[in-house]
């Protein structure tokens, strides 16, 4: 993103202006968006809007999320009729299996639509789940750590961990409610891994594009990417010594806007059954990463992070490599191997998982495993 455009961002596209493209964007878009809400209200929001689906809910989430947010939105829909059938746990995974099981669940059976309430595997889980049984999706996130409660995409996963392969739902699910209140009190380390894996959209997505013929939703998607990088850039520092004390501020609302939502429209804008444009380098480092014992050690975003600088050393974007180097310290995302855990000794093991992966590929741009483990030396490097 050149300077011109990081001002006229920041002058012209005011966060309160940018809401105002986006909701025009969602209501106006050619393809299925999810519609969001965001603040501190939001259940209540979501009390007044579910009613529309049936009368019966499940809350299928991770076992934290439940905990601190599944209660105080049983309370906010009941108050306008809407029952709570249960709370079932996800599975800990995104795997086939977790979705089979959820699948016979009496409170799932037994509902009228499902509220996924977690982080991105719970997410993903669910947009399975959603479409096996047929029943309409919901998404409350309880941490910002990825683009995952607006995208038709799911990342799904063995048993062992390791990346299975994606899933393309027919359409992202219908409403996001985003509790910022909650994603101020939860862990800081989820939303420096959501940042982290925000800051991958507009590289790889640019790259993945860059020899391509723009059609259908692409111009759109490329449009949009260049609001997904500055808002983390401008006020991550900002939000996440806010998060830190547990206040959901202006700032956090824009970071958690950029990770949540305007990354996921892009995804939605950029892949489909017919052509993935989405992830190439920085998601194939993560991909690499899975096979690893580190592995479960660190969040997807942080081994995302990680992975972005490969992908600018590896384009030769050295003046944004050492900028976003620069944000990274600040916010104590990783810089070098050994931040990860990563040993030379892992890196062929890494590289051979990462170039099997979908995303390996970029229209007219030669990807060798060689440059890979090269770049991600040369960024270790670098002091």
Request: aromatic share 10%.
């Amino acid at each position: 993103m050149s300077n011109e455009d990081i001002e006229e961002f920041n002058e012209f596209l005011s966060p309160k202006h940018f809401n105002i493209v986006l909701d025009k964007l969602i209501a106006e878009s050619p393809i299925p968006l999810a519609k969001f809400y965001i603040g501190e209200d939001v259940y209540q929001q979501a009390s007044e809007i579910l009613p529309q689906y049936g009368k019966k809910a499940v809350i299928v989430g991770g076992k934290t999320a439940m905990s601190v947010g599944a209660d105080r939105l049983t309370k906010a829909l009941e108050k306008n009729g809407v029952i709570v059938t249960g709370q079932v746990w996800f599975g800990g995974d995104a795997t086939y299996e977790n979705v089979d099981r959820c699948a016979t669940e009496k409170a799932v059976q037994d509902a009228d639509m499902i509220l996924a309430m977690g982080g991105g595997k719970c997410c993903d889980t669910c947009k399975v789940l959603s479409e096996k049984i047929n029943k309409p999706l919901m998404t409350f996130p309880t941490i910002a750590s990825n683009c995952a409660p607006c995208t038709a995409l799911a990342i799904m996963y063995n048993a062992d961990g390791s990346m299975k392969g994606n899933y393309y739902s027919k359409r992202p699910p219908l409403h996001v409610f985003i509790n910022t209140d909650i994603i101020a009190h939860a862990p800081i380390k989820f939303l420096q891994a959501g940042i982290g894996d925000a800051l991958s959209k507009e590289h790889e997505v640019l790259l993945a594009l860059r020899n391509v013929k723009l059609h259908d939703t692409l111009p759109l998607g490329v449009k949009l990417c260049a609001f997904c990088s500055e808002p983390l850039l401008n006020y991550g520092v900002e939000a996440m010594r806010g998060c830190e004390k547990g206040q959901a501020t202006d700032a956090l609302k824009e970071v958690v806007m950029s990770i949540c939502i305007t990354t996921g429209l892009v995804s939605c804008m950029t892949v489909c059954k017919e052509y993935y444009y989405n992830t190439n380098i920085a998601h194939c480092f993560y991909y690499g990463a899975t096979v690893l014992p580190s592995y479960h050690d660190y969040l997807h975003g942080y081994w995302v992070a990680y992975g972005v600088l490969v992908l600018l050393y590896y384009d030769n974007q050295i003046s944004e490599l050492h900028r976003v180097i620069d944000f990274y310290k600040q916010i104590g995302l990783p810089t070098k191997m050994s931040d990860c855990g990563l040993s030379i000794d892992q890196l062929d093991k890494l590289v051979e998982k990462a170039t099997k992966v979908p995303g390996w590929h970029v229209d007219g741009y030669e990807l060798t495993a060689e440059r890979f483990r090269e770049s991600i030396l040369a960024v270790s490097s670098i002091e």
